[in-house]
């Protein structure tokens, strides 16, 4: 615990995320290995991020309905499927609290007129190490700030550096940051996946995939249509003269440069930048409404453009979750099943038992089957073993004939016995 801590600290070390390790580590320590714990964290996180998403989309605004139906947007997407079922994104999921947390707060100082000082300056700047900690992304907060500062309170060239001075104290930060992610101790160096490709080709490329996961299009969207779309996007903000539009802009290009610049992932990596779009969508549709229903009171058209946005976005994800695959997509089935195997033959693990699995159901991935067991051995030192055929030197052998589980070894070879099939 002691190294997490102090790799939180010294936010610059070569060190992988550690404040996603603080989040596991410290509650394996109060509640060991039950996943229930894990996931209502994880679930609390996301609420956060709701009110968050929220919370931004109301100070660039200063609309409540622009919020609501910004968060309505981007409180749920099947393509983020990751998000909901996997502890594994919570560095996502952190990263998205601090660095929302950090850009909320300093942009409702600078609303009133004020400059962040003193302890809310320092907050910020804690807010943003959490964010870097958490994931890589978080670097793209200063530009973002910078670009507030641009767009919303522009003044002469020496109130502009005093303006910026804390943006810049954070850009400042960013540089001992990524030189401690460059060093040949980091991970991020040791896979080509994670090494940055610095040319705009590279960044249509990558942005247009996830616009294709998001959007739910599979050929249109190309590198060549997507910088049309982006420099559109820019030039409508700019020619409405509408500086919510361009921030919301410079939210969803400037937040995802980290992760527009190597090769793509799934698309809950876009969970940052994506309020972005969420941000810019809504805008535009209330400015649509109010050349269409300006007439009526405002809780009414406000109240008919949430319900229409909704019905849309129920109707094109149920439809997308079923071309996904639902449950099968996730494994469900299968773990469903292994489990139910295990329990209809009794199966027991000693604690810190050697497992030999022949013909794994979840092939052909790897920790699976060997999570799947230490969750239900209540047993994180069990370890799992894969082979072809049975092999004497395990004590407890497990073999799987397609997805059932045929046969189980409690002992010797000598002991070896079919097991009963249920009818």
Known sequence: ????????????????????????????????????????????????????????????????????????????????????????????VLCFTFFYAALCLYIEIRNRGRVPRGGAALLILVFFVCALNSKEIAVGLPPLMLAYELLFHRGSPRDMLRQARLPLIAAVLTAP??????????????????????????????????????????????????????????????????????FSWCLAVVAALPIALIPPRTAFEFYIPLTGWTLYIAIVLVLLRTKILGRLERPVYGLLTFLAVLCLLLRAHRIQRQRMGGPELLGQAVIRRVAQDLDRHHVVFPQGERVLVVNDPFTPQRYELLLLLRLYADDPSLEVDNAPTDDCTYQIMLRWDGSRLDRVRNGPCIAVSPCPRST
């Open 1 to 92: 615990m002691l190294s997490i801590l102090r790799a939180n600290v010294l936010f610059f070390s070569p060190s992988y995320r550690p404040m996603g390790g603080l989040f596991y580590r410290s509650l394996f320590a109060a509640f060991g290995f039950h996943p229930l714990p894990f996931r209502i964290a994880f679930f609390l996180f996301l609420t956060v991020n709701l009110g968050l998403s929220w919370r931004i989309a109301e100070l660039v605004t200063g609309s409540q309905e622009v919020a609501g139906l910004s968060t309505l947007i981007g409180a749920f997407h099947p393509r983020l499927v990751d998000l909901y079922w996997s502890t594994g994104t919570i560095y996502d």
């Open 177 to 246: 940051y990524i030189w401690g992610k460059l060093l040949p101790g980091s991970l991020l160096t040791q896979f080509d996946r994670y090494h940055p490709d610095m040319s705009f080709s590279r960044f249509l490329s990558t942005y247009a995939s996830y616009l294709r996961e998001l959007l739910y299009v599979e050929t249109w969207l190309t590198p060549v249509s997507t910088g049309v779309l982006l420099l559109a996007l820019l030039l409508a903000a700019l020619l409405i003269r509408s500086r919510a539009l361009v």
